[in-house]
């Protein structure tokens, strides 16, 4: 069983629709990362988190440590959000990481 | 505000032959990361260097080792290339990272192909 684990593995949307990303880890964390990395390969750092809730534009995140759990929720979805969501956990001086959500949005 | 870059951008090589691919971190930025992305499988963690020292490294074999200068920049090499070797090798930096509270940013990867 993976350490850390993302649901679901593929979600494809109408624009507009509200996108929840989630990741259930089994390990300690001092902190969780949620990434970006879009088709031709590039990745962006969206959140670090190690505890609430943070929001940027329409993205949000939260997590809840005794549950070892953590959503992504997009809002309004647009296209341009299509990519491939990673959901990764700062363990015993490393990242480990899911193995991804691929999001594809629809006008 | 310059970002992690890495060269070269894409490298063929043959089995048994080594490899040297070089990153640069964002300016001021102390730690250095590389990953392993191998086609259909997830992120994996490589090493870990900050002040020029390994702090750690993933279950990969010895022959993938690497070295942080005294300017942050880094180097991974692999010896002995191998055909699953063939991945996406992403660097990454940020401020020192004790306790991975230190969002990383992430170069755009050298694609490393085994023939």
């Known amino acids: 069983k993976n350490e850390v684990e993302q649901s679901p593995q593929n979600l494809t949307a109408q624009e507009g629709e509200f996108i929840t990303i989630n990741c259930s880890y089994s390990?300690?964390?001092?902190?969780l990362h949620w990434l970006q990395q879009h088709p031709g390969g590039g990745i962006v750092s969206l959140f670090m988190?190690?505890?609430g809730k943070k929001k940027h534009g329409r993205l949000i995140a939260t997590i809840n440590i005794q549950e070892k759990h953590s959503s992504l929720h997009i809002t309004a979805s647009h296209p341009r959000d299509s990519a491939v969501y990673i959901c990764?956990?700062?363990?015993?001086?490393?990242?480990?990481f899911g193995t991804g959500t691929r999001l594809q949005v629809f006008p | 505000e310059a970002g992690v870059t890495q060269s070269p951008t894409h490298l063929i090589k043959t089995r048994g032959q080594q490899v040297t691919l070089r990153c640069s971190p964002i300016s001021g930025h102390t730690s250095v990361y590389w990953y392993q992305q191998a086609l259909g499988l997830g992120l994996q963690f490589l090493l870990w260097?900050?002040?020029?020292?390994?702090?750690n490294r993933g279950n990969f074999p010895p022959r993938f080792s690497g070295r942080q200068f005294p300017n942050y920049s880094s180097e991974l090499n692999v010896n002995a290339l191998e055909l699953e070797d063939s991945a996406r090798y992403l660097c990454?930096?940020?401020?020192?990272?004790?306790?991975?509270?230190?969002?990383?940013?992430f170069g755009d990867g050298t694609r490393l192909s085994i023939l």
């Open positions: 260097y900050d002040e020029g020292e390994e702090r």
């Open positions: 990454a930096s940020s401020w020192r990272a004790g306790s991975g509270n230190q969002p990383q940013h």
């Open positions: 390990v300690g964390i001092s902190a």
């Open positions: 988190l190690s505890s």
């Open positions: 990764a956990v700062w363990n015993t001086d490393k990242l480990i």
